[in-house]
């Protein structure tokens, strides 16, 4: 695939397929194995997910008011061809390749955004980071960043 991109050092590389900037981003995400994102929102409408090759598994939290934490409601994983759906009113989400070999995923994300919130650690919902969107590699060329 032209926008497979790679990184061993990486949970993942995010890689740019498409977007106009306004109304969406297409994302190729490369998961090695064993590696997984931290918890995360979607300051947008949403996010539609693919798994393009391999398998991924998606644990779903809601907050606990009352401990301030974050508590897994849902896991879940997806096969190749299989399609999943998250928004925030939905709950935030962590993705992780948990096998021994690499997965692929398909990301669209309507409309793009530029920032988001990940918890490193769950029993502590209010202290949130930011997070800055950032590509390995945009419409199959690698980033100066990662040449």
């Known amino acids: 695939m032209k926008c497979e991109h790679w990184d061993a050092s990486k949970s993942y590389t995010r890689n740019l397929v498409s977007s106009d900037g306004k109304r969406y ?5 490369c998961w090695n194995a064993g590696r997984e ?13 693919r798994v393009c090759r391999g ?13 301030d934490s974050l508590e897994c409601f849902s896991d879940e994983t997806y096969t190749e061809g299989q399609l999943a759906y998250i928004s925030d009113s939905m709950g935030y989400h962590k993705v992780g390749n948990s ?6 995923t398909l990301h669209l994300y309507c409309p793009p955004f530029q920032s988001c919130k990940i918890w490193l650690n769950p029993e502590s919902a209010s202290e949130a980071s930011k997070c800055s969107v950032c590509y390995h590699s945009e419409y ?4 100066k960043a990662h040449k």
Do not use: K
């Open 99 to 104: 096998s021994t070999s690499p997965a692929i």
């Open 140 to 143: 199959g060329q690698l980033t």
């Open 25 to 29: 981003t297409l994302l190729l995400l």
């Open 37 to 49: 994102s931290p918890i995360h929102d979607h300051p947008c409408d949403g996010c539609w997910m």
């Open 55 to 67: 398998s991924v598994n998606e644990c779903r939290y809601e907050r606990d008011a009352c401990t």
